[in-house]
């Protein structure tokens, strides 16, 4: 089973694009389909976008779409999470999660019956104004 460390939080200005990493070990990152969620204050935790095991493909949350972008590269074990256009409703907790079924990252934040096979530890978003 991998183990999933994110980097790439911070305090950033509304406007500005942010780059997160997910950086994968002790596994077969390939065999995973990788996902990105946020938490924000006092909120539930939502999906942002979820990418196939190869990158071939990749799937959005309609609240999301057009300012963040997931790619991975498979040979550093790290999937990326791009965001443009910063807001302050942005601010939250990032996480990456994995696991070996695409359906189960879409779904993981709506049916409770679901988990996922690893989850990050985070990694903080503060937008200000």
């Known amino acids: 089973q991998v183990q999933l460390v994110e980097s790439g939080g911070g305090l950033v200005q509304a406007g500005g694009s942010l780059r997160l990493s997910c950086t994968a070990s002790g596994g077969a990152f390939s065999t995973y389909a990788m996902g990105w969620f946020r938490q924000a204050p006092g909120k539930e935790r939502e999906l942002i976008g979820a990418?196939?095991?190869?990158?071939?493909?990749?799937y959005y949350a309609d609240s999301v779409k057009d300012r963040f972008t997931i790619s991975r590269d498979n040979a550093k074990n790290t999937v990326y999470l791009q965001i443009y256009s910063l807001k302050p409703a942005d601010t939250a907790v990032y996480y990456c999660?994995?696991?070996?079924?695409?359906?189960?990252?879409?779904?993981?934040?709506?049916?409770?019956?679901?988990?996922?096979?690893?989850w990050g530890q985070g990694t903080r978003v503060t937008v200000s104004s």
């Open positions: 999660g994995a696991d070996p079924i695409l359906h189960t990252l879409v779904v993981v934040t709506t049916d409770k019956a679901k988990d996922l096979e690893v």
């Open positions: 990418i196939t095991k190869s990158g071939g493909s990749t």
